[in-house]
């Protein structure tokens, strides 16, 4: 239980953070703490499986793999825990061995896209946008990456120290100046915390504003998602929520108890209209936004009755 309740402060806290991460660690973590269960009591089991699974999803609000790989890992079978806990790290295992296969895909797959001599743009630390920047590299192009710092929290740090390691040349930029330098962009490379059926991308605030800017420009935006990321909830018409994170991370408690008349909004995440987005890049394919319907409906295999009965309690009997 310990375990289980340090992954989930780590999660909060961002100590985990970046969508594929947190869902790579969740299913693990779910196996572990299969395995740390006692009980022989197949009810006891599944009753302590499903609060840890509960929790897990608490965590974070935003990012649409956190549930689905939760329910990847909860759709286990088992009448007794042996087989119960076998399933368990079966579906925890395949589940962290696809999303790896889908990042290294999405970048061979997003590599096309990126030409020779590309400046390319990206905002907050993605591995799968880092993917295809990094296999466009691999594959002897010569690019350069503009990165945003990506304030509050900075994560622009990680993706020059990732790119820097990779031997990419990259410019630190604030995120103010995204239009600024747009001009000089080819290509805009982002991740996704989710993707909705009507195909909007829902990244680290500040995508959406940098994706109007390429717009304007007449710059090609790819998104790079796994399918995992694809929201089955919002062909229920149910929307993501928006993550509203604590003023702290953008003003010292200190100074702001020092005002009477202000406080802070720090929304961690915003919505892109798919007017806005060229392409999905994911590991079944390069796809135009429009075609998230689809990636739901048949490559996930949802259909509105499967969601339906599966609100909350049991979990998807589909692919996540
Ligand atoms: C991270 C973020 C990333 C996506 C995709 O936000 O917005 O762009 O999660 O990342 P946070 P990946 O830092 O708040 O978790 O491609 O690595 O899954």
């Known amino acids: 239980m310990k375990q289980l309740l340090d992954t989930a402060q780590k999660i909060k806290s961002m100590e985990i953070r970046g969508a594929g991460k947190i869902a790579r660690t969740v299913a693990a973590q779910l196996h572990n703490y299969s395995e740390s269960l006692n009980t022989g009591d197949i009810s006891q089991f599944n009753d302590k499986m499903k609060i840890a699974a509960e929790l897990l999803i608490s965590t974070r609000p935003t990012a649409v793999s956190l549930p689905n ?168 018409g149910d929307l993501i929520e928006i993550e509203e994170r604590s003023s702290s991370e953008v003003i010292s408690d200190e100074i702001l108890k020092g005002y009477g008349h202000v406080s802070v909004k720090n929304p961690a995440f915003d919505v892109t209209p798919r007017e806005y987005i060229d392409l999905i890049c994911t590991e079944v394919g390069a796809i135009p936004p429009e075609m998230s319907y689809i990636i739901i409906k048949e490559h996930l295999g949802y259909s509105l009755e499967d969601i339906n009965s599966n609100v909350k309690s049991k979990a998807f009997n589909q692919k996540y």
């Open 69 to 236: 790989a939760v329910h990847t890992v909860m759709r286990y079978v088992g009448e007794t825990v042996e087989e119960a806990k076998a399933d368990i790290n079966k579906r925890a295992n395949d589940f962290i061995e696809d999303s790896e296969n889908a990042v290294r895909k999405i970048g061979e797959i997003g590599a096309k896209r990126v030409r020779d001599g590309d400046t390319i743009m990206t905002h907050c630390n993605s591995s799968a946008a880092i993917s295809i920047i990094a296999k466009a590299h691999k594959d002897g192009k010569n690019i350069k990456v503009l990165a945003t710092e990506s304030r509050p929290r900075w994560q622009g740090h990680l993706t020059i120290k990732q790119l820097d390691d990779e031997g990419i040349k990259t410019s630190l930029i604030v995120d103010s100046a995204v239009r600024y330098f747009m001009k000089e962009v080819d290509i805009v490379i982002m991740g996704a915390d989710a993707v909705t059926a009507n195909g909007s991308v829902i990244n680290k605030i500040g995508t959406s504003q940098l994706a109007l800017c390429a717009h304007e420009a007449r710059k090609n935006v790819i998104i790079a998602a796994e399918t995992y990321k694809f929201s089955p909830r919002s062909l229920l």
